[in-house]
T-cell receptor, first 114, second 112 residues
Framework: EAGVAQSPRYKIIEKRQSVAFWCNPISGHATLYWYQQILGQGPKLLIQFQNNGVVDDSQLPKDRFSAERLKGVDSTLKIQPAKLEDSAVYLC????????????FGPGTRLTVT | DQQVKQNSPSLSVQEGRISILNCDYTNSMFDYFLWYKKYPAEGPTFLISISSIKDKNEDGRFTVFLNKSAKHLSLHIVPSQPGDSAVYFCAALKGGNTPLVFGKGTRLSVIA
C-alpha cells in the first residue's frame, strides 16, 4: 500500500515570497491533516479536512496560510507571503474517517525562509 | 502552554540495555496516548498507544506505562537496538474529534 506522498521535499524561498506544498493521502483515507513542525518542537496541527470540508483550522494563521482539498483527495497548503518564522517541516498525514489515533504521516516538506 | 511535556531532549543508552523515555501531561481530559518514532527526513511513524483505562500496554520490545494520578507515561524499550536510534514523540488525544497534541520529542541514541 502506498503511503502519504508529499512534494516538494525541500524548498528554500526568500521572505515575502509565496510557496505551495502538495499532499496525496493514502487511498481511501477521508481525513487529511497538515502539521507544522518547527525545529526542536513537536508537530502542531494547522488544519484538518474531512473529505473536502474543513473540520479544524483554529491554529492556521489565516492571514498568510491557506489550504484546500478539492475533490476530497489531494491537498495543497499555501503560504503567502512567507515570513522567517515559517521555516519548518510541513507534514501531511491521513487517516480513515475520524480515526485520529491512526494517522499515517508523509515524509514532510522542509521549508527554509531566508 | 505545553500540555504534553518531554523534559529530556536526548538520551543515550548502550545496546542491549533498557531505554526509558518519559512524558508528562497537564490536561486530565486526555484519554488516549501514543508514541511516535521519527527518523531523519521521514515522517513520524506510530509505535504504540495506550488508552486511559489501562495502565500498561506491551508490544514486543516496547511497553508503555501510564500513571494517571501522576499524569505521567513512559515508554520502555528492552533490549535497545541501534536501529531504535530516532526521535520519539509522545502525543495525546482527548476523545472525539480533537487534534493530537505532541510533546517536543526525545532523541534516543543507542550505542553499539
Amino acid at each position: 500500500e502506498a503511503g502519504v506522498a508529499q512534494s516538494p521535499r525541500y524548498k528554500i524561498i526568500e521572505k515575502r515570497q509565496s510557496v505551495a506544498f502538495w499532499c496525496n493521502p493514502i487511498s481511501g483515507h477521508a481525513t487529511l491533516y497538515w502539521y507544522q513542525q518547527i525545529l526542536g518542537q513537536g508537530p502542531k496541527l494547522l488544519i484538518q479536512f474531512q473529505n473536502n470540508g474543513v473540520v479544524d483550522d483554529s491554529q492556521l494563521p489565516k492571514d498568510r496560510f491557506s489550504a484546500e482539498r478539492l475533490k476530497g483527495v489531494d491537498s495543497t497548503l499555501k503560504i503567502q507571503p512567507a515570513k522567517l518564522e515559517d521555516s519548518a517541516v510541513y507534514l501531511c498525514a491521513s487517516s480513515l474517517l475520524g480515526q485520529m489515533n491512526e494517522q499515517y504521516f508523509g515524509p514532510g516538506t522542509r521549508l527554509t525562509v531566508t | 502552554d505545553q500540555q504534553v511535556k518531554q523534559n529530556s531532549p536526548s538520551l543515550s543508552v548502550q545496546e542491549g540495555r533498557i531505554s526509558i523515555l518519559n512524558c508528562d501531561y497537564t490536561n486530565s481530559m486526555f484519554d488516549y496516548f501514543l508514541w511516535y518514532k521519527k527518523y531523519p527526513a521521514e515522517g513520524p511513524t506510530f509505535l504504540i498507544s495506550i488508552s486511559s483505562i489501562k495502565d500498561k500496554n506491551e508490544d514486543g520490545r516496547f511497553t508503555v506505562f501510564l500513571n494517571k494520578s501522576a499524569k505521567h507515561l513512559s515508554l520502555h524499550i528492552v533490549p535497545s537496538q541501534p536501529g531504535d536510534s530516532a526521535v520519539y514523540f509522545c502525543a495525546a488525544l482527548k476523545g472525539g474529534n480533537t487534534p493530537l497534541v505532541f510533546g517536543k520529542g526525545t532523541r534516543l541514541s543507542v550505542i553499539a
